[in-house]
């Protein structure tokens, strides 16, 4: 098998020449699945690290037979698909820093691939997929994620690999909260809260909702379609602090779907799929003083309804909270040997 520094899964610049194979197999538990680092590959740009992933094929059914209710991903409410996403077997969310003899590597790329043991979705493998089974030698009883990571070198020649520091890190997984329902030009209220894994209280303050609209600079697509623009804005602050990171405020209604404004102009999912990602939930942080309470500095916030062609007057939000449920893991692997040298 091939691997290139600019070629992800997918294949190689026609300038390149493949990375040179390190054998690792690496393996270790981590978020409750087994993983392995078969091989790692040198190429002249960077480093390249494949993961392999095993995923429990009674996970995979488990999955397939909760979710199969005949709904199209589109009907799914934004909390049914962050449900279905959060339960999904391959999702596996992580990031991971490297250090190659002590020195940190910068700017990863990552992408990855999977592959399915049940027969419902075999169809979806392809000669990839087999690839990788067989250079890897993995289980076919089990279903697999192939992740494939990427890290320029940071000196302009290849260094002597001696030592490899991988610390994986679990990206926050999305924990649903209350509803609550505001209307436009809502007055300043507060409630309170109760973070749904650290059993914290939070005091939840709101300053207003208001309704805005969108120029129509702000499409890319403009021709014979008509796009929603308008939507709320709620201002509010969350006390003791949480960062974006950690929480957000988000509609729980989709945007309206563009429309076609001629008899023969149609939606394609490029189109479609634009009016849902102009608002993006929260701008900047601003710091303000709420005068009457205390000196303590607060940060005012803004979450962005989904977009409509008509003003809506009641919006109906959910908090999310970002948690973390893995720690941290960290490994080290020495070359014995050094069996890469630089380049003459």
């Known amino acids: 098998m091939k691997v290139y520094f600019n070629g992800n899964f997918w294949g190689g610049h026609k300038f390149q020449h493949a990375g040179k194979e390190i054998p690792i197999k690496k393996e270790f538990c ?5 993983w392995c680092i078969p091989a790692v590959y040198s190429c002249s740009k960077g480093l390249v690290i494949d993961f392999c992933v095993s995923i ?19 009907s799914l409410s934004a909390e049914e698909y962050d449900q279905m996403e959060k339960e999904n077997p391959f999702t596996i969310n992580f990031e991971v820093d490297v250090k190659i003899n002590g020195k940190e590597l910068e700017h990863p790329r ?4 999977g592959w399915h043991p049940c027969d419902v979705e075999r169809e979806q493998i392809e000669d990839l997929q087999e690839e990788l089974m067989e250079s890897y030698a993995c289980d076919r009883s089990q279903g697999w994620r192939f992740i494939r990571v990427s890290f320029p070198w940071r000196t302009a020649r290849k260094p002597e690999l001696k030592t490899l520091s991988l610390t994986l890190k679990e990206r926050p997984v999305a924990q649903k909260g209350e509803h609550f329902v505001t209307e436009e030009s809502c007055d300043r209220h507060e409630i309170t809260l109760i973070h749904p894994v650290s059993k914290k209280e939070h005091r939840l ?19 014979a379609m008509e796009y929603p623009n308008i939507y709320n804005v709620l201002s509010y602050s969350i006390s003791p ?8 405020i988000q509609d729980c209604v989709r945007s309206d779907q563009p429309r076609s404004q001629g008899i023969n102009s149609f939606v394609s999912n490029e189109m479609s799929a634009n009016s849902l990602s102009i608002i993006g939930g929260a701008d900047g942080p601003t710091a303000i ?19 409509h062609f008509s003003q809506v007057i009641k919006v109906e939000w959910r908090m999310i909270f970002y948690v973390k449920e893995y720690e941290d893991l960290s490994l080290e692997i020495v070359f014995v040997g050094n069996p890469i040298q630089p380049k003459k």
Not at 30 to 34: A, I, P, R, Y
Not at 57 to 72: A, N, S, V
Not at 289 to 307: D, Q, T, V
């Open 289 to 307: 003083f709420i005068p009457g309470k205390s000196s303590k500095k607060y940060h005012k916030r803004s979450a962005c309804s989904s977009l």
């Open 205 to 223: 303050t709101f300053y207003g909702c208001e309704i805005n609209t969108l120029s129509a600079d702000s499409f890319r697509f403009k021709q």
């Open 110 to 113: 990552m992408c990855a691939v």
């Open 241 to 248: 602090e949480l960062s974006p990171k950690e929480f957000s």
């Open 56 to 74: 429990p094929r009674e996970r995979i059914e488990k999955f397939l037979e909760h979710w199969k209710t005949g709904k199209r991903i589109a």
């Open 30 to 34: 981590w978020g409750g699945l087994n």
